[in-house]
């Protein structure tokens, strides 16, 4: 059976400090690693990792992808209360028909205090 | 930026009746899911659709879960006689062809209760 794990559960952190979120999975056919940040509702998407060692980068947020160690990292540096959601790493399968469908961890909550 | 529309937001039903949650998926993309979200817990594949037909399914998707696409937009999940376990956020998505995971959006979901 497919498994991601996420940690930590949750975080509290003040503006300005630096986050590391981490992501685990055992997965067969890997296909890529996905990052979403969840406020009130839909997932919406970060970031989108296939191969190992490159960094994703998007402002304050990065990515990197472990495969050998099967995990990933997510950073945010300087935060922001703006940062302060649930962020699910999720992890997806190489197509097999047209299903590819996704497995997701837990989350992490992340509450940013000004 | 194009978006995946879900109506409606919030439904209450009471146990044992039958939904219907509706969804507008991005006008061309090609492949459609459905999730859910039981509050506090993981986000869950249901199902996933292309071609007009189901290709791939969990186990929570059982006899009771149907999906169709009735008129070339709309993506409907239909809860034959619900229960009170499957009160949770229903997401629907949506993904373009070439595009594999990236490609994914999401709605912002519909709010099911069971009473």
């Known amino acids: 059976e497919d498994k991601v794990v996420q940690s930590p559960l949750s975080l509290v952190v003040h503006e300005g400090d630096t986050v590391t979120l981490n992501c685990s999975y055992e997965v067969t056919n890997f296909r890529s690693l996905l990052w979403y940040k969840q406020e009130k509702k839909a997932p919406t998407f970060l970031f989108m990792l296939?191969?190992?060692?490159i960094e994703k980068k998007s402002g304050r947020l990065s990515s990197i992808l472990d495969k050998k160690e099967l995990s990933s990292i997510l950073n945010i540096t300087a935060t922001q209360t703006g940062d302060s959601a649930i962020y699910l790493c999720?992890?997806?399968?190489?197509?097999?028909?047209?299903?590819?469908?996704?497995?997701f961890g837990g989350g992490t909550r992340l509450m940013v205090k000004p | 930026e194009p978006e995946v529309t879900q109506t409606p937001s919030h439904q209450v039903t009471q146990m044992g009746q039958e939904v219907i949650l509706r969804c507008v998926p991005i006008s061309n993309h090609l492949y459609f899911y459905w999730y859910r979200q039981i509050l506090g817990q993981k986000v869950e594949f249901l199902v996933s659709?292309?071609?007009?037909?189901?290709?791939?399914k969990s186990e929570i998707f059982d006899d009771q879960f149907s999906v169709e696409r009735p008129d070339g937009s709309n993506f409907t999940l239909k809860i034959r006689s619900t229960k009170l376990e499957d009160s949770a956020m229903y997401f629907c998505?949506?993904?373009?062809?070439?595009?594999?995971?990236?490609?994914?959006?999401f709605g912002s979901g519909t709010r099911l209760t069971v009473v």
């Open positions: 999720a992890v997806g399968r190489a197509f097999l028909r047209a299903g590819n469908m996704l497995t």
């Open positions: 659709f292309y071609n007009n037909e189901i290709s791939e």
């Open positions: 296939t191969s190992s060692g």
């Open positions: 998505a949506s993904r373009d062809r070439g595009t594999g995971n990236y490609g994914y959006t």
